[in-house]
């Protein structure tokens, strides 16, 4: 093509504009999430958790930083306030998938609301983990990703309880 | 590789008596026939019990025997506490025969002890035989002198490999990854061919390694040999850090820059060199052989002319001072600036590092992305083929709202968006490290200029202090001054002459690492390798052919070349039929049971089929098995079952074959004998 040809011959230029995808943080892919979340939940207890639980997990294995910060709150050397958690509001968009991909399930609380007999409260509210996203886990297991994160959330070795959690949780608010 | 059981006798002592039961074992197919719960668990538990082989079964220390061995034992005086009790095997390796023997109930230090005896004690006891004390499950049972399974290993011949853990540290191979090769447990070894996996061992990739080592792959050989690759690289990487910050330690600190000698090691052999010198002086770089031969020079042609008096110096000597005053104070407001500067380009190093480190991290979260959705299929993740798993329309990949004014790049652009800025990053990082070293290296120049002409001012105000008829102190100065010089310069030579025989000796052992490196090749499959899973192929579908696998058609299974699974068109074979999971298991374990009578492999010649549970044999063809697994006497191998079925049948499926019957009708195996 000549470029002149471009300018045309009243010497205007038209300029073409093409909208470039945008990169994102792979914090957002969907599918690193959903593995990540079916190992945040087989670290709890019965391999379900509250959604605040999930939150301050979520939070914790986030960064190099927050892994630490959160590694030293727990062996009690850093006070809470040090180790502000942060809501990341692509958690429940990644539990929402979870839930339509089965492989986890709320279905316990949800059941008892239907049932009607007691109400369910959102502090009743549980996210489980299904066969499938234990499947999942152990495929991750064996395999080399999320590597980083793994080796944080084995040295919690379970012991996150959910003392800890609302320990953290109230410093947040304040 | 061989491990063959030759007998077995477990002992069980209550309060009203003594009770056991003895079987030996020849080669081929050995069928152990009971009727239900009458003991065949606990004996074939038994033999991986002696073995100290249950860490298989999961990382719990409890004893996995049934109640019959370590509580409570029923017998025809009713049920009876048990006050002790072992379990002894006599087995065959390459090695010869030993008989390895471990008690079951016990406190927990006695239980890690198992204790050799070598010889065949049981089938043929005698006193004269050795013995010795090994350990089994405490850390070290698998590489220390008493361990029980460097023993066993050694034993049966195999040398187990040294695989590299997640964060760097090395791990052996243990027996409890291999054992699933060779040993199926009634509760879940039947449910899928990686369900007995010790995942808790935390070994990267175990199931592909095992399998690996299982046949004796050269795939493994190279990963292992690259590993070691690695280490070497590491110790080299080391060594060059340390001599470049010994040679730069060494030289006089004059403000010395050596072009060359780069921080990390040069990836070619060709740019280990000595490095060019130079040297700042009036803010130009010269090289230190320039600087050298104008200072030597100087140098000599003070030496050739007398020193001065003070009075034949002090006419231009105020003049002088004046001029020198000058150029100390512009000097100096120089070094500042170079100060602040070398201050500046170190930030800017330092915030590079950290967005270095902040796209590393978000390149690896893709990288992660990206490896599980080449398995999302397997896994039966929708989104992984950007698919909402609800509805099935087209979706971005990223958490963000469906439709909101964003185009996020597709994974793959994203991942190449990093690589790109991650390439930028680093070009600028050691660019600004060559600056900060620059700079800081022009300001040593200039502290080491700003000294001398310090002496120089203190020399001329001395001079014009002076009587007029001593000689003249700065003329002594700068003589002494050049003198100096000249031994720094002498030193820098040395240095640099040490230098060039350290890097002479480390160009050699770097060029034998990428030899090395170039001989040892990718980690990807040989073409042996590639004959030994075709024949493991070849095996494993003839098998499921025989023995009528149902849920998918046969001709579209393979055994996975990167999984060394079944696999159905590339996928992980996953869950089938509770008696279609079965025959995946029959097929695949005697499939490489088989692979050993042709190939070369590390297989023990030996398996082990506890019965599956009742409700999951229905409709299995249990008589294609046995007919398969009689074959296993024409190559010296053994195959041991349990096994219900009516011994009828059983003679009616194996007529004219050859084959061991331990039959124990509908007695308990375990019975009174004293």
């Known amino acids: ?174 | 590789m061989k491990l063959r059981v030759r007998a077995l006798q477990i002992r069980v002592r209550a309060e009203n008596g003594l009770f056991g039961c003895d079987m030996t074992f020849p080669d081929g197919l050995v069928l152990l026939r009971a009727e239900n719960s009458k003991g065949k668990s606990t004996c074939l538990m038994s033999i991986l019990y002696a073995l100290g082989l249950e860490g298989m079964l999961g990382a719990s220390h409890q004893v996995p025997l049934q109640p019959v061995l370590l509580h409570e034992i029923g017998t025809d005086e009713g049920d009876q506490r048990v006050i002790d009790s072992y379990v002894r095997l006599e087995i065959e390796g390459e090695a010869g025969v030993v008989t390895a023997m471990r008690t079951a109930a016990g406190d927990s230090m006695v239980q890690k002890r198992i204790s050799v005896v070598y010889g065949p004690d049981l089938t043929d006891p005698s006193k004269a035989y050795e013995m010795k004390d090994f350990f089994v499950r405490l850390k070290g049972d698998a590489d220390s002198e008493h361990g029980f399974h460097a023993f066993l290993a050694e034993f049966v011949g195999w040398k187990l490999p040294v695989l590299s853990r997640f964060d760097g540290t090395r791990t052996i191979l243990y027996l409890a990854c291999i054992t699933p090769y060779f040993f199926v447990d009634q509760l879940s070894g039947w449910r899928d061919i990686k369900a007995r996996m010790p995942t808790y061992l935390q070994i990267p990739e175990m199931s592909r390694r095992t399998a690996e080592y299982i046949l004796s792959l050269d795939i493994l050989r190279i990963a292992i040999a690259n590993i070691e690759l690695g280490e070497r690289e590491e110790l080299l990487k080391k060594r060059w850090a340390e001599i470049r910050q010994r040679f730069m330690a060494s030289l006089p600190r004059i403000g010395i820059v050596p072009r060359g000698l780069p921080e990390s090691l040069p990836s070619s052999v060709a740019d280990v060199l000595a490095p060019a010198l130079l040297i700042s002086v009036d803010d130009k770089w010269i090289s230190l052989n320039e600087y050298a031969t104008t200072v030597t020079q100087r140098a000599r042609e003070l030496s050739q002319q007398d020193v001065p008096t003070t009075a034949t110096a002090s006419t231009a000597a105020v003049e002088e001072l004046a001029q020198l005053e000058d150029q100390f104070g512009a000097r100096l407001r120089k070094f500042e600036e170079q100060q602040v500067e070398v201050r500046l380009v170190r930030d800017q190093v330092a915030a590079i590092e950290k967005r270095l480190k902040s796209l590393r991290e978000n390149y690896r979260q893709h990288d992660d992305d990206l490896r599980l959705r080449k398995r999302g299929g397997a896994l039966k993740i929708r989104s992984a083929g950007d698919e909402c798993p609800t509805c099935g329309q087209h979706v971005s990949g990223v958490l963000v709202p469906e439709g909101a004014n964003l185009r996020p790049m597709v994974l793959e652009e994203n991942l190449a968006f990093l690589r790109d800025q991650v390439a930028t990053f680093r070009e600028m990082h050691a660019d600004a490290v060559r600056t900060a070293e620059g700079k800081a290296k022009a300001a040593e120049a200039l502290s080491s200029e700003l000294g001398d002409l310090a002496a120089k001012l203190r020399a001329q105000k001395e001079l014009l202090r002076s009587r007029s008829s001593s000689p003249s102190v700065s003329d002594i100065q700068e003589r002494l001054r050049l003198q100096t010089r000249l031994v720094q310069l002498d030193q820098a030579k040395a240095a640099l002459n040490e230098l060039a025989e350290h890097l002479e000796r480390f160009k050699n052992d770097y060029k034998a690492l990428l030899d090395d490196r170039k001989l040892a090749g990718g980690e990807k499959l040989t073409e042996a390798d590639k004959v030994k899973l075709n024949e493991l192929q070849a095996r494993f579908l003839e098998q499921l052919k025989l023995y009528q696998f149902e849920s998918y058609r046969i001709e579209r299974l393979t055994i996975d070349a990167y999984t060394y699974r079944p696999s159905n068109e590339g996928v992980d074979l996953g869950i089938t039929s509770a008696s279609d999971a079965i025959r995946v298991v029959w097929a695949y374990l005697l499939g490489m049971l088989e692979v050993a009578r042709v190939k070369e492999t590390n297989h023990p010649g030996f398996l082990v089929f506890d019965e599956p549970k009742q409700q999951m044999v229905r409709g299995v063809s249990f008589e294609a098995l046995m007919q398969r697994a009689v074959l296993s006497a024409d190559f010296g191998q053994q195959v041991i079952f349990g096994t219900s079925q009516p011994v009828a049948e059983i003679e009616q499926m194996l007529a004219g074959k050859k084959f061991t019957m331990l039959n124990f009708g509908d007695e308990k195996i375990i019975k009174r004998i004293a």
Not at chain 1, 138 to 150: F, G, N, P, T
Not at chain 1, 154 to 172: C, F
């Open chain 1, 1 to 174: 093509m000549n470029e002149d040809d471009d300018l045309g011959a009243e010497g205007e230029a038209t300029i073409i504009l093409h909208p470039r995808n945008q990169p994102f943080p792979g914090q957002f892919r969907t599918v690193r999430r959903l593995a990540l979340l079916t190992l945040l939940l087989q670290t709890c207890r019965g391999e379900q958790a509250s959604l605040p639980q999930l939150h301050v997990l979520n939070w914790a294995v986030r960064t190099p930083e927050s892994r630490r910060a959160f590694l030293a709150f727990v062996q009690g050397e850093v006070p809470p306030d040090e180790a502000v958690v942060r809501f990341d509001p692509t958690l429940p968009r990644a539990i929402q998938y979870a839930l339509e991909e089965e492989i986890v399930s709320d279905r316990d609380a949800v059941q008892e609301t239907l049932e009607g007999n007691a109400e369910v409260r959102v502090s009743e509210y549980r996210i489980k983990l299904t066969d499938k996203g234990r499947a999942i886990a152990e495929a991750v297991e064996e395999s080399v990703v999320l590597v980083d994160e793994r080796i944080f959330l084995e040295s919690l070795n379970k012991k996150v309880t959910q003392a800890m959690v609302d320990e953290l949780l109230k410093w947040g608010k304040k």
